[in-house]
């Protein structure tokens, strides 16, 4: 039976814990990192942070213990940890010889420019690109986000009128989204269904994820990278545009880039639960969700996109389609699959929620139970049945040799079934050599 | 771990109290700690709120003798946006440019509001009331004007340098009443005096900055005891029983006809006069 991979989606302290100290140190070497990974801290943690920023001493580890109240110590210790595991603080004997606590000093002093000036520019050159004329004004900017995030989207589900880079195509194989075999076009692969049902800010984040995993290989430094992007995701909004340029088309030469609100909600889409940022929900659609799922396991997508009809379809049937409704049905056939595919029962309700059409919003829950109960019903449909591999052995002649191989193969611990009755067992595949030279002994002796 | 999720926007408003009287008399007290170092302290106080999540809002309006102003945000721009004129500058430094655009209108916008306020009189004491009912009205307003599903938490700082003002009473009580109505956690509030003025950012920091979420799990200075004896209306002496107004429960120490605070007239309390009762006479038996 196949393996299913899950998709691990990593946030950005998992990331960050994984790199190495010195990567670390380096990285906390630029404003808007700090100010990135303190926004992801847990809120208690932020406030510790704030207390110690502006002290020079360290602070003994018991007085940071009374800060909280007696019942918030778990919260207390999560903090503790998180700050320690992401090398925000260190440990350092006070003269008493007490143990203390103090920020990381390359992250404290980054941290204090951000918030309150000093130090180097955060982009470089740039006064000197000149007064933009050919600005681009914030909605052509979201429009353009979204074309090319669809092109990479469609490309994956296998539109032939989707082309993108060498590079880009590279960059969804290694990630294990696609695969290749002997030349011909890629094709996806079943972590690749689950990525297409997430949400934009997970499929941004994987993405990138993604790319900073083989940046190393190219000879890229991923410190650089990582400040660059979180520069970007710090700038506002079609303010910077003497000094930044399009994010997603490293290939021209131009100095000048737009950071669009995909990038922009890299930051902000690292947690897992963040559904309306200021992407609004989906690309393709504009603000709001688009799907509404009736009780009759009909489903109607109110949209034009391709890609999201596309992925609509993955999972159901498409009865209908007008010019700007598409009629679905969900079926046991359609979801099983879609299952057979790699995609799992919640990744399909999570893209029919994050989708659900403000008047489903309303309703409590969002989609209907009936639904949501059945789709996870043939989802363990298919887990009835479990398939192990072994080798028969049957047509003993007593008892008694039936009972002695049976005793042996359990003990050896590969016996994985048998029927006393008929004098059959199964033993697998490992086992079944050591057995047979059993048996064989067995049957000189007698 | 309860972690605010990003549809919740906390606003923050803080009201300074820049009398310039006062601070003018506090320049030949204390040179070391004047109006622009107090706004520093409220401007990092307010960077730090709006670096902590990134939905968080700030509103800083300062308290004048005539007039409440709004230092940030300007009416001008998107709401809650802090984007303002598109050509102004950048900070030029490491600062994070949505703080570097704020602190820069704040400090324009105090320049101007001092320099162009004819201060008539000699009184030390502000407008607080004012301040506090217009900080209301735009917290009402960010209210309506949220996102469908946003929901939005609100508190409000005020840093008092003067003395208290006693005709403000009335409204002062008005504001917080209606305060009252808006939020139900106020008497969920902190206050602090602050012994040393220069490490008045370490205090906000340490003891304001925390959003009444992170208030229940940290440990904060506790109330200062409050004497809950009232001070009477005409002589300001601490009393144990005295009159109180009906309309605008202002006290008082002795009756007099008419309330002074809200002109209200009474009708003044005769002795209740016993009419004596015929006994009726046991009928003999």
Known sequence: MKLRVQLQCKNLHEYLKELSPEILDRLYNHPATCLAVYRELPPLAKNYVMRMLFLDQPLPQAAVALWVKKDSEKDHDQCVSVLSGLRLWHSQQLQGGLQGNILNPVFKDNLRIALLGGGKSWADQGDSLGPDRHARDVESLDKYALERWEVVLHFMVGCPSAAVSQDLSQLLIQAGLMRTEAGDAPCITSAGFQFLLLDTASQLWYFTLQYLNTAQTRGMDLVEILSFLFQLSFSTLGRHLREFGLVFQRKRKSRRYYPTRLAITLSAGVSANSSSTAMGATPGTGDSGFIVVETNYRLYAYTNSELQIALVALFSECLYRFPNVVVAQVTRESVQQAIANGITAQQILHFLRTRAHPVMLKQNPVLPPTITDQIRLWELERDRLQFSEGVLYNQFLSQADFEVLRDRAQGLGCLVWQNVAHRVIVVSPQGHGEVKRFWKRQKSHT | ?285
Not at chain 2, 62 to 87: I, M, R, T, V
Not at chain 2, 149 to 164: N, P, T, Y
Not at chain 2, 242 to 269: D, Q
Request: proline fraction near 4%; glycine fraction near 4%; charge should be neutral.
């Open chain 2, 1 to 285: 771990m309860m972690m605010a999720s990003e549809d919740e926007v906390s606003l923050l408003v803080i009201v300074v109290d820049v009398n310039p009287i006062w601070w003018g008399q506090q320049a030949n007290r204390e040179p070391q700690f004047t109006l622009s170092k107090c706004l520093d302290a409220v401007m990092v106080m307010g960077n730090s709120h709006l670096v902590m999540t990134r939905t968080n809002k700030l509103a800083i309006i300062a308290s004048h003798c005539q007039e409440s102003h709004f230092l940030y945000p300007c009416k001008l721009w998107k709401f809650g946006d802090g984007h303002g004129d598109e050509n102004a500058s950048t900070s030029g430094d490491g600062k994070y440019e949505l703080l570097s655009v704020a602190n820069d209108f704040i400090a324009e916008e105090i320049k101007n509001l001092m320099s162009r306020t004819e201060v008539k009189g000699n009184q030390t004491d502000t407008l607080l009331a004012g301040s506090l009912a217009k900080a209301l009205c735009y917290i009402h307003r960010v209210a309506k004007e949220l996102e469908a599903g946003q929901e939005m938490k609100s508190r409000i700082l005020v840093v008092k340098a003067a003395e208290d003002c006693a005709l403000q009473y009335m409204n002062f009580m008005n504001v917080i009443f209606a305060a009252q109505k808006q939020a139900c956690d106020i008497t969920g509030g902190l206050y602090l005096k602050i012994p040393q003025k220069i490490a008045l950012a370490q205090y906000l920091l340490w003891v304001f900055l925390p959003d009444s979420d992170q208030r229940s799990q940290l440990v904060l200075p506790p109330p200062v005891h409050v004497d809950y004896r009232a001070a009477c209306f005409c002589h300001r002496n601490l009393i144990e029983i005295g009159y109180v107004c009906s309309v605008c429960l202002s006290i008082f120490c002795n009756f007099s006809p008419i309330c002074t605070t809200c002109e209200t007239a009474f009708k003044i309390p005769l002795p209740q006069v016993v009419k004596s009762k015929k006994k009726k006479l046991k009928p003999s038996t």
